[in-house]
């Protein structure tokens, strides 16, 4: 994020500011929806309640841990569609989507305050469709051992960002009820030996944080 210069002496600075364009935008996972004949009416599903975040989130890993939480599950998908359109604006959309992160686990209110006018509809950082959201619960997953999340604190995160990413579908994306994924269930999954029985989640994990195209 940059902070505009001022050639004022004992001029006030603003706190934040945007880089470009980029920074206003809602990121998009850019796949087009079915088309629809005109007049016709899609019935939408409805997203489940959205809980609150653990308390403890916050006490323990304080703001910088959810920051660091949130630069590492972004760069790895920084190579995905996700950021085709950010350019260069890599750092400061990161660092949007960690202001929303970290008030919604109760910290300041960066994001109301410097971001959530500049959002379409509910005020979200980013849309995907289905397949963006389970690439975007991977590379979470992923990123709990990158860093060392605390094992204790990772369903207390998993259990408010599994639901978040069903509030991050784009409408065409909830025509159908979304597939569910408990942090039990996924955990089964990676510590599982039976390779060949991985659910089509598993298809779409990368090592390196990329997707295949």
């Not at 989130?57 to 950010?86: I, Q, T």
């Not at 971001?115 to 619960?137: K, T, V």
Request: charged fraction near 20%; glycine fraction near 6%; hydrophobic fraction near 40%.
């Amino acid at each position: 994020m940059n902070v505009p210069s001022t050639s004022e002496p004992g001029a006030p600075r603003a706190c934040w500011a945007p880089c470009s364009q980029a920074c206003y935008l809602t990121l998009n996972w850019p796949v087009a929806g079915p088309a629809m004949a005109r007049g016709t009416q899609q019935v939408i599903c409805e997203p489940p309640q959205l809980p609150q975040p653990a308390h403890r989130l916050l006490a323990l890993c304080d703001e910088s841990g959810l920051r660091k939480l949130v630069l590492h599950h972004m760069r790895r998908l920084r190579h995905s569609p996700l950021f085709a359109r950010s350019h260069n604006c890599f750092d400061c959309v990161s660092s949007r989507i960690a202001d929303f992160v970290v008030e919604s686990c109760g910290g300041p209110l960066y994001y109301s305050q410097r971001h959530a006018h500049l959002q379409a509809g509910a005020g979200l950082p980013l849309l995907l469709d289905e397949a963006g959201r389970e690439l975007w619960l991977v590379q979470l997953w992923h990123t709990f051992d990158d860093i060392g999340f605390p094992p204790a604190l990772r369903a207390d995160f998993w259990a408010w960002a599994e639901p978040l990413s069903i509030h991050l579908l784009v409408r065409h994306a909830r025509v159908e009820p979304p597939r569910r994924y408990p942090y039990e269930l996924v955990r089964s999954w990676f510590h599982s030996p039976a390779t060949d029985m991985l659910p089509p989640i598993a298809d779409l994990i990368r090592p390196s944080g990329r997707s295949e195209s």
